[in-house]
């Protein structure tokens, strides 16, 4: 992993001990078997185009970045590796088309918690990818990459209706904005002000 210019290795039992996958959350709902389809056409994916990014974002650094976040108050023994140099943010109310549009591609390819083989951290990473691409503003490029992250958290109390309770363990993903930072569920794309996520408290990891 790349920390701050540094390369370092964790053990498993370094960055969180606690975590198993035996553990991990999981919704509160029966879902269908996936549906995965991907069809690529023109400057989209999915079938259908996500919203268009329409502003231009400034480069800010890593430190910067980490010095937004920590104004939040996660906590303070949470890993945060950040891998590049600088992010840039978008917009909330392009965040707020994207999840709309990302509740549609849900639908669309019936995607749902499968245990052991599409469970939480496949859906925080796969939404971490298609974030990054659709965010990537086409007609003004930014040099940085946007901030979007996995987080690892133990889920102890209720948000966008997955389990929760005492070590019961999770993967969602993180979206800075220039209205500040935002937890979303990928299984659903419930969001909420990190500042207002009931579980800030017991955030473990943000990886970038």
Known sequence: MYLFGFFFFAKKDELCPSYHP???SYPDFSPPKNQIKLNFVSNGFFVKNPPFQDFISLAYSSDSV??????????????VVMRDNQY?????????KYCSWWIDVIDLYQLSYQK??????????????????ASHNRSNKTSA?????TVVVEQVKNFADISYGSDSWHSLNLVWTNSGWFI???QNGTYISLESYP???????IIF
């Open 145 to 149: 990459q946007v901030a979007v992250g």
């Open 88 to 96: 840039s943010n978008v917009n909330l109310q392009w965040l707020d």
């Open 22 to 24: 035996s553990k991990e």
């Open 199 to 205: 579980n800030k408290n017991t955030i473990k990891a």
């Open 184 to 186: 979303v569920e990928p």
């Open 66 to 79: 980490l010095e937004s976040l920590n104004k939040c108050g996660i906590p303070k023994e949470a890993l």
């Open 116 to 133: 052991e083989t599409f469970d939480c951290d496949n859906f925080s990473d796969l939404f971490v990818t298609v974030y990054s691409f």
